[in-house]
């Protein structure tokens, strides 16, 4: 299978119904997702009597991301994740970074940016940006996953591939390494796509 081929069948712009869990905490919500001309990625999010909340991760053409916007979506997340137990170092913050790293990788094409990648047994080993993805596949999904360090991970996955496109998205940060077995992630936003 060809793994580079897959990557663009990952959606990230459109509108469907999406999920975000922090440990025992979810929120479900309607959203619509663009990808505008200046590189500015925006999910506007409607969450069931709370109302609109936005977040727009700018100019993804560049690896840091600048100040300012609208961004009561990720100030939902950084409070949350402020008072949750255990790994402290997850933050609202780190969460973005990685989502926004990870969306720069898969949408690398349309943002004319470069990885290096090469075959390794299964798998697509990639450099971008001095960071290693590996990207992978099973009968009907791809997994990309990213080690941040030791301890911490991030996984993006699309979900059940029907004509040119993979009709759900996860972005997953776990705490632990990689190989230690199924666990429950820190962090969770699954996005389900409508066609």
């Avoid at 979506?73 to 137990?85: A, K, P, Q, V």
């Avoid at 390794?120 to 990207?135: G, H």
């Amino acid at each position: 299978m060809d793994l580079e081929a897959l990557l663009p069948a990952l959606k990230l712009t459109g509108e469907g119904r999406g999920r975000l869990a922090m440990d025992k905490k979810t929120y479900v919500f309607g959203y619509e997702a663009v990808l505008k001309e200046n590189s500015d990625w925006v999910l506007a999010i409607s969450v069931p009597l709370q109302g609109e909340e936005v977040l727009i991760l700018k100019d993804l053409r560049s690896k840091k991301s600048p100040d300012g916007g609208d961004r009561n979506f990720e100030t939902r997340i950084n409070d949350e994740l402020r008072h949750r137990s255990g790994d402290q170092a997850v933050t609202g913050e780190s969460f973005l970074e990685e989502f926004r790293g990870m969306l720069r990788f898969v949408l690398r094409e349309k943002l004319q940016l470069t990885a290096t990648c090469k075959r390794i047994q299964e798998a697509l080993e990639c450099i971008f940006e001095e960071e290693v993805y590996r990207v992978s596949s099973t009968n009907n999904e791809i997994i990309i996953r990213r080690q941040i360090d030791e301890k911490h991970y991030v996984e993006m996955t699309g979900q059940n591939l029907t004509g040119p496109i993979f009709t759900r998205n996860n972005f997953f940060l776990f705490a632990g390494a990689a190989d230690a077995g199924k666990r429950q992630p820190v962090v969770s936003l699954e996005l389900f796509w409508k066609e």
